[in-house]
């Protein structure tokens, strides 16, 4: 059968075909869509990229709380009264569709006058007519069209957000001034002793030194600052020898000039200041689609609906909620609080939680856990606790979570800087004494000398590129890493642990085992298609699993939530559900189990096993020469027998672990020096995440969901683990060797100064020449270890 | 009063020019976002495009 993908979204047309203009629709939201883009002229959408929309989703009631004026406030950055303007994230934004689409909103609706798409950032600035639509009405317009925003309680707090931008102005500032004390300073660099030097040399000087002061006293003040913030906790950091180059330049350089001793050293300061930020500003670079920083706030909606007596159903923030409140929390919708479940049918989704995407049926009067989602109709519940005392939330009270991991880091940068500063030192010292007895006039000049030159301006760029570069190609392999010093972490790792719900298990259930009585073929058709009726997810797998038989329409079908399905055709009679549903004795087992029965007579059941990752076996069994491995789980123990196979047998298992269990275990075995990575992916790993040395949440969508971590993998990467591992520890190797290489430059810069020879043109030759192949060199190196790694 | 002066003045009064339109380039948020732009100039022609064409036609019946 050929395959017919829908011509708005792309997905495979299966079962149903929408016809419409010449084209096929999968389902009548995405015809809906393309029928609103086409009357407005805008199907343009399609040309720009194929299949650029996502399927719409159901939204009925969804939105209510947008109408409350408190939450208004909050969202939007601009509200006089009859304008406001709002940036909404949207993660859908993937093509440059997607940027046409939403900056045309005001073809769908006049009343928008204008909206701005940032690619990167994955949000869209809408600016609007408040009096005559409502902020209900643009996020509505837009989940109606397929892109949906994602408002979450972290917006509630945020509002309006201060971009730091400093950088950028320091760099301008450097730069300018390095670019123009350059040209300055180039009649001395060909000193002809004439008259015409002699004459304008004044004023040349005195302007290369306006030049320097925005230098030295802005661009450089976080040299200074970080100096001191060092020395003030004993930690010679690579910041002192920097702020003490610095310094000596801008001092020595300014009694040069008053004195009449030379042309001083402005160029090599201000060159020295511009290339540090080039490679602060060059290891900056983030994600800024991904958040790092994310808690269970991200994920929490901002308003739910409470029902009073008195006033009905309304919507209620969620920090308003107190205990014995009524909710009602309808499809799609998350728990925000535990609760007890009044009314209605649960089935919930705790895959933000766990990792486990099996849904969970609850009756009325079980327990709810906030985080939850419910997927089947509305229910009912009442709050028995505060957002902040819920079992799941109350994980961030956890010290943890208010720790800076970098903190407790030694960088090589700075255990080299140590070493580095007091050689320096005593070099400046020995030569300083030893021209006292020689030649006391040049005495101060030598001193100074030898600081400049040896500015470890080589040794600080080192790291920034080699780590910045690395950034940028795991960046391209999926592998989004933080910031630098998680790749120096993840070098020095010895133990790694591994979630296993939904880590090394891939989130979907697709191997299922059959017992019993074989079924025949008719049975197996009705099987099928009676699967084929229901939405739940053990229905879809099985479905997905069965061979291919060709469709007939049920005389009879049923679904009784929380139960299993039923369905007649002509004589014979089906029921697919769990084992008190078809009539049979609950098993032992842990697994997973959809039992069958066939006109009343019990057949037989499946069994579900997890699905493991492709390349697990071959991962570990690369990883176990060099590191400890540990699989914690918060599962039960029906797994273990297929894991013991599966692993090197020195793997260690261990399962029941609760959110705070597995933080205590990480905790305890790094007050034993074990240096450990650790790798999840549900909420409930976030404890242990923010404790490990590097955390590395896996995630199937990395636009979507993670927990706070150091870096985030996309699932299809996680069998290069070990590739992305030893990279990095040959960009420490990359670091060493350029290490050494400046250390060259040092030592024949060292020989100038010593000597009592340092010219300015020296230094300004010296000092960017090392820079520079510092540069050249790193980029080139990680390059090729990038090139390895593909 | 030399020439060099005046040399002098007018250079460092184009670098200045540059470096504030640089820095207000930063605060404008230029360089806040540095992929959008880049697409959406390409969609202007297609905006411009779309509407003279109908009225064209009309004029020709």
Request: glycine share 6%; with cysteine.
């Amino acid at each position: 059968m050929d395959k017919i993908s829908c011509y708005h979204c792309g997905d495979d047309c299966n079962n149903t075909i929408i016809a419409f203009d010449d084209k096929n629709f999968c389902c009548n939201g995405c015809k809906t869509v393309y029928e609103i883009f086409s009357e407005n002229d805008l199907t343009c959408y399609y040309d720009l990229q194929a299949a650029p929309g996502a399927v719409p989703k159901e939204i009925q009631g969804k939105y209510d709380f947008l109408s409350q004026e408190n939450i208004i406030e909050k969202l939007t950055e601009f509200n006089d009264g009859n304008t406001q303007i709002t940036t909404l994230y949207i993660p859908h934004i993937h093509c440059s569709s997607c940027i046409w689409i939403l900056e045309n909103l005001n073809k769908l609706n006049p009343n928008i006058s204008s909206s701005q798409v940032n690619f990167g950032k994955k949000t869209v600035r809408v600016t609007y007519n408040s009096e005559i639509t409502s902020l209900k009405e643009v996020v509505l317009l837009l989940a109606t069209i397929g892109y949906e925003p994602y408002i979450s309680l972290d917006d509630f707090k945020t509002g309006q957000q201060n971009v730091n931008r400093s950088l950028i102005y320091k760099l301008g500032v450097a730069g300018f001034a390095f670019g123009n004390v350059m040209f300055l300073s180039f009649p001395e660099y060909f000193q002809v002793d004439g008259f015409w030097i002699e004459q304008y040399k004044p004023v040349f000087r005195w302007l290369m030194f306006a030049f320097s002061l925005p230098v030295v006293f802005y661009a450089g003040r976080d040299y200074f600052v970080s100096a001191y913030k060092g020395l003030r906790s004993k930690l010679l950091n690579i910041d002192v020898p920097i702020a003490l180059g610095i310094a000596v330049l801008f001092i020595r350089s300014t009694v040069d000039i008053i004195f009449d001793f030379g042309s001083g050293f402005f160029d090599s300061l201000t060159g020295l200041v511009f290339f540090l930020l080039l490679g602060k500003f060059f290891q900056q670079k983030t994600y800024t689609f991904l958040s790092f920083e994310r808690d269970y706030k991200s994920y929490f909606p901002i308003a739910v609906t409470k029902i009073s007596s008195k006033m009905g159903e309304h919507p209620i923030q969620v920090y308003d909620i107190k205990k014995g409140d009524r909710l009602l929390i309808r499809n799609e919708e998350l728990i925000p609080v535990d609760g007890i479940l009044i009314n209605g049918k649960a089935r919930i989704d705790y895959s933000f939680v766990t990792g486990e995407s099996e849904t969970v049926s609850k009756k009325s009067g079980d327990k709810l856990f906030a985080g939850g989602k419910q997927t089947s109709g509305v229910i009912e519940m009442e709050a028995l606790k505060s957002v902040e005392q819920s079992y799941l939330t109350q994980l961030w009270s956890n010290d943890v979570f208010s720790k800076n991991k970098e903190d407790g880091f030694t960088t090589l940068t700075n255990k080299i800087s140590k070493k580095f500063t007091i050689a320096v030192l005593s070099i400046a010292f020995v030569s300083t004494t030893f021209w006292l007895f020689v030649d006391a006039s040049k005495a101060m000049n030598v001193f100074t000398a030898v600081l400049i030159i040896a500015c470890p301006c080589a040794i600080a760029l080192s790291a920034p590129f080699t780590f910045g570069n690395l950034l940028r190609i795991f960046g391209k392999l999926k592998f989004y890493v933080k910031n630098a010093s998680v790749i120096e972490q993840l070098a020095e790792i010895d133990t790694i642990i591994f979630d296993k719900t939904g880590t090394i298990t891939s989130n979907k259930k697709s191997r299922a085992q059959y017992d019993g009585m074989a079924l025949n073929p008719s049975e197996e058709t009705l099987l099928k298609n009676t699967l084929r009726g229901s939405n739940h997810p053990l229905s879809r797998t099985l479905y997905d699993i069965l061979d291919e038989h060709h469709i007939i329409s049920l005389n009879h079908f049923e679904e009784h939530l929380g139960k299993g399905i039923e369905g007649t055709y002509n004589e014979n009679h089906i029921k697919i559900g769990s084992a008190s549903f078809v009539g049979t004795q609950e098993s032992t087992i842990l697994n997973t189990q959809v039992h069958i029965s066939a006109n009343n007579k019990y057949k037989g059941k499946y069994t579900f096993y997890n699905s493991y990752r492709k390349g697990l076996s071959k991962l570990f069994n690369k990883l176990k020469k060099n590191y400890d491995l540990v699989i914690l789980s918060g599962d039960n123990e029906g797994e273990f027998d297929n894991l013991k196979k599966l692993l090197p047998s020195k793997t260690k298992l261990i399962f029941n672990q609760k959110p705070d269990d597995k933080l205590d275990y990480i905790k305890y075995h790094q007050t034993e020096g074990a240096k450990i990575l650790m790798i999840g992916d549900g909420l409930n790993d976030a404890g242990a995440l923010a404790q490990s040395n590097v955390g590395i949440a896996l995630s199937e969508n990395v636009n979507v969901f993670s927990p706070a971590c150091d870096a985030i993998l996309d699932a299809s990467k996680f069998n290069q683990l070990n590739k992305f591992i030893s990279a990095s520890k040959s960009a420490i190797k990359i670091i060493k060797w350029s290490f050494l290489l400046s250390f060259i430059y040092n030592i024949i810069g060292l020989y100038f100064a010593v000597t009592g020879q340092l010219a300015p043109v020296i230094a300004a030759i010296l000092m960017p020449l090392s820079s520079i192949s510092i540069v050249v060199f790193t980029t080139i190196t990680t390059n090729l270890l990038g090139k390895k790694l593909k | 009063m030399s020439v060099i002066y005046i040399l002098l003045s007018i250079s460092i009064i184009i670098a200045v020019v540059f470096f504030i339109a640089f820095i207000t380039a930063v605060r404008k948020g230029q360089f806040d976002d540095s992929y959008t732009p880049s697409v959406r100039m390409l969609f202007d022609d297609e905006l411009v495009k779309k509407q003279p064409k109908p009225s064209i036609k009309i004029k020709k019946d």
